[in-house]
């Protein structure tokens, strides 16, 4: 149950790397999400229908930066996320430089019921899954990866590919923020922090290729087993 937030940011790990590219910025997008979310709540009283997928609307412009920078820019994915890594870790402390409480209960299910959380992580696994293998898009997030110049020859939009990547990458950084959230009833200042490592080795144990357009996203899940085991 406490690695759910890791498993999505494994999962979000995995998407950009079979997409032959990585992204060091997860854990700070992650953190950004949480915490911009929580002090929009906090500050306007959102109702809890528009806060919930608030993070998630988060992470996928976040993720959308970096998708533009990367694939329609064709910047370097080390370089343009390193940069972001350092910005989104400022925003964190420009936000709010203090911890954020007092937030409403509903938006803090998801992350504290063991049940509720299970069940929305396994659902997104098995849509992701679903995703990759049998959706066109999905399979083009893996020839891109596997062999870029290919892909471009076959008539694949190499660039919306990249970041639709990105995007998805966010959107599930957006959802392992809301997760966190639930799970420390707050928006600490120092939440994901340390993610990054343990995000690239859950992947990488299960079998995501760091060349790209190989792996498995249920494979990857059993890399996040193995490391919660240890």
């Given at each position: 149950?406490s690695?759910i937030?890791l498993?999505?940011?494994?999962?979000?790990?995995?998407?950009?790397?079979?997409?032959?590219n990585?992204?060091i910025?997860?854990d700070?997008?992650?953190?950004?999400s949480?915490?911009?979310?929580?002090?929009?709540?906090v500050?306007y009283?959102?109702?809890?229908?528009?806060?919930?997928?608030?993070?998630?609307?988060?992470?996928?412009?976040c993720g959308?930066l970096?998708g533009f920078?990367i694939g329609?820019?064709?910047?370097?994915?080390f370089?343009?996320?390193l940069g972001?890594?350092?910005?989104?870790?400022?925003l964190?402390?420009?936000?709010?430089?203090?911890?954020?409480?007092?937030?409403?209960?509903?938006?803090l299910?998801l992350g504290?019921?063991?049940?509720?959380?299970?069940?929305?992580?396994?659902?997104?696994?098995t849509?992701?899954?679903?995703?990759?293998k049998f959706?066109?898009?999905?399979?083009?997030?893996?020839m891109v990866g596997?062999?870029?110049?290919?892909?471009?020859?076959?008539g694949?939009?190499?660039?919306l590919i990249?970041?639709l990547?990105?995007?998805?990458?966010?959107?599930?950084?957006?959802?392992?923020?809301?997760?966190l959230?639930g799970?420390?009833?707050?928006?600490?200042?120092?939440?994901a922090?340390g993610?990054?490592?343990l995000?690239f080795a859950?992947?990488?144990l299960g079998?995501?290729?760091l060349k790209?357009?190989?792996?498995?996203?249920i494979?990857?899940f059993?890399?996040?087993?193995?490391?919660?085991?240890?």
């Amino acid at each position: 149950y406490s690695s759910i937030p890791l498993g999505l940011l494994v999962l979000a790990e995995s998407v950009a790397l079979l997409s032959g590219n990585f992204d060091i910025s997860i854990d700070r997008i992650t953190g950004f999400s949480a915490m911009l979310a929580g002090k929009l709540i906090v500050m306007y009283s959102i109702p809890v229908y528009l806060a919930i997928p608030l993070p998630l609307l988060i992470g996928a412009l976040c993720g959308s930066l970096n998708g533009f920078l990367i694939g329609y820019l064709g910047l370097n994915p080390f370089i343009v996320t390193l940069g972001t890594y350092m910005a989104f870790s400022g925003l964190i402390l420009i936000v709010s430089p203090t911890s954020i409480w007092h937030l409403p209960e509903p938006y803090l299910f998801l992350g504290q019921s063991v049940i509720a959380s299970i069940s929305c992580f396994a659902l997104i696994l098995t849509i992701l899954a679903f995703f990759l293998k049998f959706f066109r898009t999905g399979r083009y997030i893996y020839m891109v990866g596997g062999n870029l110049q290919a892909a471009s020859m076959l008539g694949v939009n190499v660039k919306l590919i990249t970041f639709l990547a990105f995007v998805i990458s966010g959107v599930l950084c957006g959802m392992a923020a809301l997760m966190l959230t639930g799970f420390n009833s707050a928006v600490p200042v120092n939440i994901a922090t340390g993610y990054l490592f343990l995000a690239f080795a859950g992947a990488v144990l299960g079998g995501i290729s760091l060349k790209g357009g190989r792996g498995s996203v249920i494979n990857a899940f059993a890399g996040v087993l193995l490391l919660s085991v240890i």
